[in-house]
């Protein structure tokens, strides 16, 4: 029998017997990258499908991210620019232009998760009935045999319909691995990299083992710069309200554990934390601030928060609501480093435990920081001003469904991105751009508390300055037809900037573009043509190179 009798006899065969349907690109992952590549390759007249694990489409920014990071706004435009402006839109048609609303939503870069998920549904009817299909509660298992290839291209994937417990088959000319963990590059043999590379690998800074004080250093006692396996930490962005009218009151959350949040009571009354002007603060200046603090007054110790600030950093959102994050500042937040290293190569089954441990010990933070009678009254009081916004994640108890996953696998692309490709001076625009970006290197703890660090390992920040990214980053090295925006090409360092949203949109649809051409041209997903693909996402307006005039031609 021949590979090519083989393929079609595995297609026609039990094992794929319920095929689904076939589509010209198939997209796994209903985060915005494969929101956006979907919707650019229905613009170019494909149909597409989206298979997403969950009941819901947008990933982050639907549950939480609702500051928008991005360092220069305009730098990264095209369907993100269009997300941004029909955010601020719904402002503004709700409320009124001059509303504290449209205000709060800063021209439509900070949005309440349900906002963000309804624009992306919006963004989704938009490309078109018959166009564009979306298919949730289907899950992709990173398994090889999930894969049907012949030779270097990918023919199908089996598909589990959660709902339902039945395998589908979804054909397709070209697939779009929009995960956050890679999971379809992974499968279909593309090799990748976890963990962080050592300083001596690249010459880039913040690289390996580093404990840094927040934020630009200077660098502690014990670290190494040596590279090792190590993830950084996922935690949940939480939506919360300082409103009592839309105020849920946290509960005490099963399996909750004390002594994991005990540390921080010393914190609070010392003043301890990790910002660098703390690093002048002796034993008696926080002996001092012990005294302060125990006769009812908040800290007064440098670089210290008080209240719920001292757990997590909040941005605020429209309607009284908060995008609250990990707290850089703090030995103890949301972050649960060390116990996700597996999560990127895990089965779903460990993903989903890990996710209610997260989420069991988020709520037991907050609910030690409300209610823990060893912590002062008034820390707690000014604690409890705050609680999960009751009109969000009605379905979840006003709970964030997604974890954040802020680096999973980084699948290995034709162009490998490191920290030299976004420090200014890196030197002139990728002739194969296809969008610019800019934030800064940034990578959030790989390890717990250790006693005596400046800091939790590997936490960093560094300037960058506005750059371009190569479409070689999303392109594998073999295989034909898979294209991964989300899991991009890089090193540790390098993909620390190149994980935010914008970035991620701005690749989907890259990606969906670049899809759609190799489809017209009958050719595979390197041999693209770039020239055409630049000028078509011109036209849609992305920036490929961003200038004071915003935009340039490469």
Same mark, same amino acid.
């Given at each position: 029998?021949?590979?090519?009798?083989?393929?079609?006899?595995?297609?026609?065969?039990?094992?794929?017997?319920?095929?689904?349907?076939?589509?010209?690109?198939?997209?796994?992952?209903?985060?915005?990258?494969?929101?956006?590549?979907?919707?650019?390759?229905?613009?170019?007249?494909?149909?597409?499908?989206?298979?997403?694990?969950?009941?819901?489409?947008?990933?982050?920014?639907?549950?939480?991210?609702?500051?928008?990071?991005?360092?220069?706004?305009?730098?990264?435009?095209?369907?993100?620019?269009?997300?941004?402006?029909?955010?601020?839109?719904?402002?503004?048609?709700?409320?009124?232009?001059?509303?504290?609303?449209?205000?709060?939503?800063?021209?439509?870069?900070?949005?309440?998760?349900?906002?963000?998920?309804?624009?992306?549904?919006?963004?989704?009817?938009?490309?078109?009935?018959?166009?564009?299909?979306?298919?949730?509660?289907?899950?992709?298992?990173?398994?090889?045999?999930?894969?049907?290839?012949?030779?270097?291209?990918?023919?199908?994937?089996?598909?589990?319909d959660r709902t339902t417990g039945r395998e589908e088959t979804y054909r397709g000319k070209m697939f779009i691995d929009a995960t956050y963990e890679g999971d379809l590059g992974a499968a279909a043999g593309v090799p990748f990299r976890l963990?962080?590379?050592?300083?001596?690998?690249?010459?880039?800074?913040?690289?390996?083992?580093?404990?840094?004080?927040?934020?630009?250093?200077?660098?502690?006692?014990?670290?190494?710069?040596?590279?090792?396996?190590?993830?950084?930490?996922?935690?949940?962005?939480?939506?919360?309200?300082?409103?009592?009218?839309?105020?849920?009151?946290?509960?005490?959350?099963?399996?909750?554990?004390?002594?994991?949040?005990?540390?921080?009571?010393?914190?609070?009354?010392?003043?301890?934390?990790?910002?660098?002007?703390?690093?002048?603060?002796?034993?008696?200046?926080?002996?001092?601030?012990?005294?302060?603090?125990?006769?009812?007054?908040?800290?007064?110790?440098?670089?210290?928060?008080?209240?719920?600030?001292?757990?997590?950093?909040?941005?605020?959102?429209?309607?009284?609501?908060?995008?609250?994050?990990?707290?850089?500042?703090?030995?103890?937040?949301?972050?649960?480093?060390?116990?996700?290293?597996?999560?990127?190569?895990?089965?779903?089954?460990?993903?989903?435990?890990?996710?209610?441990?997260?989420?069991?010990?988020?709520?037991?933070?907050?609910?030690?920081?409300?209610?823990?009678?060893?912590?002062?009254?008034?820390?707690?009081?000014?604690?409890?001003?705050?609680?999960?916004?009751?009109?969000?994640?009605?379905?979840?108890?006003?709970?964030?469904?997604? #974890?954040?996953? %802020? &680096?999973?696998? +980084?699948?290995?692309?034709?162009? @490998? $991105?490191?920290?030299?490709? !976004?420090?200014?001076?890196?030197?002139?625009?990728?002739?194969?751009?296809?969008?610019?970006?800019?934030?800064?290197?940034?990578?959030?703890? #790989?390890?717990? %508390? &250790?006693?005596? +660090?400046?800091?939790?390992?590997? @936490? $960093?920040?560094?300037?960058? !300055?506005?750059?371009?990214?190569?479409?070689?980053?999303?392109?594998?090295?073999?295989?034909?037809?898979?294209?991964?925006?989300?899991?991009?090409?890089?090193?540790?360092?390098?993909?620390?900037?190149?994980?935010?949203?914008?970035?991620?949109?701005?690749?989907?649809?890259?990606?969906?573009?670049?899809?759609?051409?190799?489809?017209?041209?009958?050719?595979?997903?390197?041999?693209?043509?770039?020239?055409?693909?630049?000028?078509?996402?011109?036209?849609?307006?992305?920036?490929?190179?961003?200038?004071?005039?915003?935009?340039?031609?490469?």
């Amino acid at each position: 029998m021949t590979r090519r009798i083989l393929i079609l006899a595995l297609l026609t065969g039990p094992a794929l017997r319920c095929v689904a349907a076939s589509y010209d690109v198939v997209v796994v992952g209903g985060a915005p990258a494969g929101i956006t590549a979907a919707v650019a390759a229905a613009r170019e007249g494909k149909s597409c499908v989206i298979l997403e694990r969950t009941q819901h489409v947008g990933g982050l920014p639907a549950n939480g991210l609702g500051a928008t990071d991005i360092a220069t706004r305009g730098a990264t435009t095209g369907l993100f620019a269009k997300f941004v402006a029909m955010n601020r839109a719904y402002y503004v048609e709700k409320y009124g232009e001059g509303s504290r609303q449209v205000r709060d939503c800063s021209d439509g870069y900070h949005f309440e998760p349900s906002v963000a998920a309804a624009t992306f549904e919006r963004m989704l009817r938009e490309a078109g009935p018959g166009k564009l299909d979306v298919k949730t509660m289907r899950q992709f298992d990173a398994q090889p045999e999930n894969v049907v290839r012949h030779g270097e291209r990918i023919v199908a994937i089996r598909i589990l319909d959660r709902t339902t417990g039945r395998e589908e088959t979804y054909r397709g000319k070209m697939f779009i691995d929009a995960t956050y963990e890679g999971d379809l590059g992974a499968a279909a043999g593309v090799p990748f990299r976890l963990g962080r590379e050592g300083a001596e690998e690249y010459g880039e800074p913040c690289a390996g083992k580093i404990y840094r004080w927040w934020k630009h250093g200077p660098d502690g006692e014990g670290s190494t710069y040596r590279g090792d396996s190590a993830i950084q930490a996922y935690n949940y962005r939480l939506c919360l309200t300082d409103n009592p009218s839309n105020r849920l009151e946290i509960a005490k959350p099963e399996n909750y554990d004390r002594t994991e949040y005990v540390p921080l009571i010393d914190d609070i009354l010392t003043g301890r934390n990790t910002d660098v002007s703390f690093s002048r603060v002796d034993a008696a200046g926080m002996a001092e601030n012990r005294r302060r603090v125990l006769s009812g007054l908040p800290t007064a110790a440098p670089g210290d928060v008080w209240g719920m600030a001292k757990i997590v950093s909040m941005t605020r959102l429209p309607n009284a609501k908060t995008d609250a994050n990990n707290q850089h500042l703090a030995f103890i937040s949301t972050d649960l480093p060390e116990e996700n290293w597996p999560w990127p190569t895990a089965s779903w089954e460990w993903r989903d435990g890990f996710a209610k441990r997260l989420r069991d010990y988020t709520l037991g933070l907050l609910w030690f920081v409300q209610n823990d009678e060893q912590l002062p009254a008034h820390f707690r009081k000014a604690c409890r001003e705050w609680g999960l916004a009751a009109d969000e994640y009605r379905d979840n108890g006003g709970f964030p469904r997604q #974890v954040y996953v %802020r &680096e999973g696998r +980084r699948l290995e692309g034709a162009y @490998f $991105f490191t920290a030299a490709d !976004a420090l200014s001076g890196a030197g002139t625009p990728h002739v194969t751009s296809v969008t610019a970006s800019h934030y800064a290197l940034d990578s959030h703890a #790989v390890r717990k %508390r &250790e006693e005596g +660090r400046v800091h939790l390992d590997g @936490f $960093f920040s560094y300037p960058t !300055a506005v750059y371009t990214v190569p479409y070689g980053v999303m392109t594998p090295k073999t295989v034909e037809n898979l294209l991964f925006p989300v899991a991009a090409s890089g090193s540790h360092v390098g993909f620390s900037t190149l994980r935010m949203e914008p970035c991620w949109m701005a690749l989907g649809e890259a990606a969906g573009v670049a899809a759609s051409l190799a489809i017209d041209h009958n050719t595979n997903v390197r041999e693209t043509p770039i020239a055409e693909l630049q000028q078509k996402l011109s036209e849609a307006g992305a920036t490929l190179v961003y200038t004071t005039n915003k935009q340039s031609p490469i």
